[in-house]
């Protein structure tokens, strides 16, 4: 089984301009391309590890006019890096992967563009792209954090929600078709509402998926509120690394990112709890982060308030020093972030009281 690394994250936008200007204004991603056809335009940002593509449907023949008109602007293809694409294609759909498109070879690519594409279905209406690179691109650059401190480093996890019922079949997808393995898994009680959680990552341990289904024998709440809103399964959140998350949210925050609220309570009452690492509690409780451990270490994480016309996809800033799954509280905390969002609220205390 290959292993494989996320390339690009592709979103469909109805407004290309609009789209890009956050990205760049507000997350600090420069450009670093665009692209046109007759039915669609795209641009390309890039920053630390992170490749995002955006690209607004230009006519009705291309995929992201019917995304778009279902779903609103998400996230559409989770590209994956791999050394050999047409045998990791033809792997999935002998293990019942939808064959999207074969295997193409471009002989007319550039030094760093791919050698060999080819796609398959995923989950809802999200695909992966297998993406292959020769010579020296067929190994990903490592990230000169001396020259990124305090920005976005790389792509932690994306966390997806799903159908009630189809959670155990798309991990047994993932592990049958992709060669994933479950690292973590949980089930959350929050008030009335519950939800369940399986997280896989791929063999390499660079690509993460936390996969979400709300609990039918508990009230609906935010799953299925995504659900609803989305018009299906799909992509809630992207979570971004940074090498010192108070940096990067003190930055962001300063561009317009607005982050959503902690109560002076959690601080105080996080030594208890706690021995807190690396950084120090005055530093955390001016920017609301998180933070959480397991056996590995700590992490330190703070969710965006969604700006998305559906309220269906946020962002997550991330730290890790040593953590390296999710610990209970973690995605406690996430669930009842959401919940603050979802009931328009932003102060994690309301949940919580």
Known sequence: MQDFDVDYVEMYVGNLEEAAFGWVERYDFPIAGTSRSADHRSVTMRTGAITLVLTEPTSDRHPGATYLQTHGDGVADIALRTPDVAAAFEAAVRAGATAVREPVRHPEAGPRE?????????????????????????????????EHAGKLL???????????????????????????????????????????STVVQGAAGTVTLTLI???????????????????????QHIAF??????????????HGVEFLKTPETYYDLLEQRIRVETHRIDDLRPVNLLVDED????????????????????????????AETFGSANIKALYEAVELERTGQRDLGAVRR
């Open 295 to 322: 056996h590995g270490g700590q992490l330190f994480q703070i969710f965006t308030a969604s700006t998305h016309p559906r309220r269906t996809l946020f962002f997550e800033v991330i730290e890790r020093t040593g």
């Open 114 to 146: 791919p050698v060999v594409t080819a796609t398959i279905g995923g989950f809802g209406d999200v695909v992966h792209t297998l993406v292959q690179y020769e010579g020296a691109a067929a190994t990903p650059k490592a990230v000169d954090h001396s």
């Open 241 to 254: 690394t940074s090498d010192n998350a108070v940096r990067a949210v003190r930055r962001l925050s300063q």
């Open 213 to 235: 289904e709300p609990d039918v024998n508990a009230d609906p709440g935010q799953i299925d509120e995504f659900l609803k809103n989305h018009h299906g399964a799909g992509v």
């Open 154 to 196: 790389e792509i932690d996890h994306f966390a997806v929600c799903l159908d009630a019922g189809d959670l155990g079949p798309t991990v047994a997808f993932y592990e049958r078709a992709l060669g994933f393995r479950q690292i973590f898994e949980e089930h959350i009680v929050v008030g009335a509402q519950a939800m369940n």
